[in-house]
């Protein structure tokens, strides 16, 4: 009852959110309010739990204790779940490459019986998506792509105010669309010239080192052994005018800016909102692509779809997304 009466001035007695993002080496939780307050949030780990029923045991176990804290399981409307290859028909993630749990599991039925409360599920991008348009800066807008820029590259669409989920629940993989034919290995999927083998952080890294080796321009980042070169190391150099660090962002741009332009042409969406750490590079990224989208568009679409980073803040950006579902549950 003490922990329940301290935590009284903070919140008021309307029903709460529970947010859970799954990724492969954390998951993050948190309880939601409808105005997008992270009232309690923390994390376990993925990997560590080769076991589902294991992690969902672990899981319960830390999110029961912030469940009591903000005032029982009586105040929670329900759970939503943010997930990759989550299913939203099925409840089930199925064959998820980065999660230690193969086939497919029937994540949202396991969560739903531990905890007893209503569950769904989605892909994690698609959780965005929903986030960005309940809390964000999709907030008026019925039509949008939201593009998650991290590992990988995710991605949500928004048409007439519906997230398009196709008629199996996976719609909406852009990141795997094929921009260069036969182009760069994705080892992942198998497959050749994916935008998620371009424009991921993992991306910037694998042009970094092909520009390395290509070229004899010097450069800071010679100084750094390949094992240790990230994105975040190619931006840094670009912020100290590194010419081949600068180049690498132009071509990072120009890849995904002509994706962009097909994803425009597909739904004529108000606005592209990129979301993750490469959105951190600022101008550096967004403008070549705003260039490279705006050249490959075709006259009627030119210059009417604004590319926008997200306004969620990014620690809480996954359990808000997760948690918006809930809020989209039928009673």
Same mark, same amino acid.
């Given at each position: 009852m003490s922990k329940a009466k301290k935590s009284a001035p903070s919140v008021s007695m309307d029903p709460l959110a529970i947010g859970i993002d799954i990724g492969g080496t954390g998951t993050k939780f948190g309880i939601v309010d409808r105005n997008g307050?992270?009232?309690?949030?923390?994390?376990?780990?993925?990997?560590?739990?080769?076991?589902?029923?294991?992690?969902?045991?672990?899981?319960?176990?830390?999110?029961?204790?912030?469940?009591?804290?903000?005032?029982?399981s009586g105040r929670m409307r329900g759970i939503g779940v943010g997930a990759p290859n989550g299913n939203y028909y099925t409840g089930t993630v199925e064959y998820a490459p980065n999660l230690p749990w193969k086939g497919i599991i029937p994540l949202a039925k396991l969560i739903q019986n531990k905890f007893q409360l209503p569950?769904?599920?989605?892909?994690?991008?698609?959780?965005?998506?929903?986030?960005?348009?309940?809390?964000?800066?999709?907030?008026?807008?019925?039509?949008?792509?939201?593009i998650t820029l991290g590992t990988g590259v995710g991605s949500g669409i928004v048409a007439n105010g519906n997230l398009i989920l196709g008629h199996d629940g996976?719609?909406?993989?852009?990141?795997?669309?094929?921009?260069?034919?036969?182009?760069?290995?994705?080892?992942?999927?198998g497959k050749y010239g994916s935008l998620e083998s371009y424009a991921s952080a993992t991306g910037v890294t694998a042009t970094a080192?092909?520009?390395?080796?290509?070229?004899?321009?010097?450069?800071?980042?010679?100084?750094?052994? !390949?094992?240790?070169?990230?994105?975040? @190391?190619?931006?840094? &150099? /670009? #912020?100290?005018?590194?010419?081949?660090?600068?180049?690498?962002?132009?071509f990072t741009g120009k890849i995904l800016g002509m994706a962009l332009a097909n994803f425009v042409m597909f739904s004529s969406p108000e606005a592209i909102i990129l979301f993750?750490?490469?959105?951190?590079?600022?101008?550096?990224?967004?403008?070549?692509?705003?260039?490279?989208?705006?050249?490959?568009?075709?006259?009627?679409?030119?210059?009417?779809? !604004?590319?926008?980073?997200?306004?969620? @803040?990014?620690?809480? &950006? /996954? #359990?808000?997304?997760?948690?918006?579902?809930?809020?989209?549950?039928?009673?």
């Open positions: 307050n992270v009232l309690f949030s923390s994390e376990i780990s993925t990997r560590g739990h080769g076991e589902v029923e294991n992690y969902i045991d672990e899981l319960h176990k830390q999110l029961y204790t912030l469940v009591e804290k903000a005032g029982g569950t769904v599920l989605t892909n994690d991008a698609n959780a965005a998506a929903i986030g960005e348009m309940m809390y964000g800066a999709a907030k008026s807008m019925k039509d949008f792509i939201m996976f719609a909406g993989e852009l990141g795997h669309t094929i921009i260069i034919p036969n182009g760069r290995h994705h080892p992942g999927t080192l092909e520009m390395l080796e290509n070229s004899e321009e010097d450069s800071l980042l010679r100084k750094i052994p !390949k094992s240790k070169l990230d994105s975040k @190391k190619v931006y840094e &150099a /670009a #912020i100290e005018n590194d010419k081949l660090a600068k180049e690498i962002f132009d993750g750490g490469l959105t951190k590079s600022g101008e550096l990224i967004l403008k070549p692509t705003r260039e490279h989208m705006e050249k490959n568009l075709i006259q009627v679409f030119q210059n009417k779809v !604004k590319i926008l980073v997200s306004h969620l @803040k990014e620690s809480d &950006a /996954a #359990i808000l997304g997760a948690s918006a579902l809930v809020w989209e549950m039928k009673d």
